[in-house]
């Protein structure tokens, strides 16, 4: 059983939507939860990390958690054509990254 | 800091023969991570160290993967003998831990022809 989901995508949005990418885990017991960008040939990198119930928000970008539903979201508001990409979700569990498979978005100018 | 260093970036080797990937963690990071990426597969954890110490290596595919830390800075993964199905992107990463973010390295485009 995979520990993180994902929808695979692809996703397509608009230039200035909102874009919503959404991600379920198994273990009840992961603390912290993260989202990371990576572009085509590059390696993941860190944009947002949620540890607490609701909603955290830096610039363009909101994380919500909600550890009841073992759900995790990001929202990427007046999105760019730089933001396409693949997003993947990691769950840490035990000092541990367990990671989803990713979501491809293109943001269509 | 630097971030995370690897190499070497691309890799081109003929079937059976060694292949040796190494890593810089982040100074100061107790935690090191070996992935290995693929459309197929996604980002696979093959094993992690904490404090220099292999902690989990279940996810190492064969006996013919093997990996050391052998000290705080360095790291290496070893493929022998290498497989055409070996070929992939591997990245290292390292954590502060106590669950805490992790930061990738830039990644080794390996190729086993």
């Known amino acids: 059983q995979k520990e993180v989901e994902q929808n695979s995508g692809p996703l397509s949005v608009p230039e200035g939507a909102i874009a919503s990418l959404n991600c379920t885990y198994s273990?009840?017991?992961?603390?912290?939860f993260f989202w990371y960008r990576q572009y085509s040939g590059k390696s993941p990198e860190l944009i947002m990390s949620?540890?607490?119930?609701g909603d955290k928000e830096d610039g363009r970008f909101t994380a919500q958690l909600n550890k009841a539903s073992q759900y995790v979201s990001l929202l990427i508001r007046d999105s760019q054509p730089s933001d396409s990409a693949t997003y993947l979700c990691?769950?840490?569990?035990?000092?541990?990254?367990?990671f989803g498979t990713g979501t491809s978005l293109t943001v269509i100018p | 800091d630097a971030g995370v260093i690897q190499s070497p970036r691309h890799e081109v080797t003929e079937m059976g023969q060694e292949v040796t990937l190494r890593c810089k963690p982040i100074?100061?990071?107790?935690?090191l991570f070996w992935y290995r990426q693929t459309m197929m597969r996604g980002l696979e954890l093959l094993i992690y160290f904490n404090n220099n110490v292999p902690i989990d290596d279940s996810g190492m595919p064969e006996d013919r993967f093997s990996a050391k830390m052998p000290n705080a800075s360095f790291s290496t993964l070893k493929i022998q003998p290498s497989e055409p199905r070996d070929s992939a992107v591997y990245f290292c990463?390292?954590?502060?831990?106590?669950?805490?973010?992790?930061?990738f390295g830039q990644g080794t485009r390996l190729t086993v022809v």
């Open positions: 100074s100061g990071h107790d935690y």
């Open positions: 990463a390292s954590s502060p831990g106590g669950g805490t973010e992790a930061f």
């Open positions: 273990d009840r017991g992961s603390q912290s």
């Open positions: 949620i540890y607490s119930n």
């Open positions: 990691a769950v840490n569990t035990g000092n541990q990254f367990y």
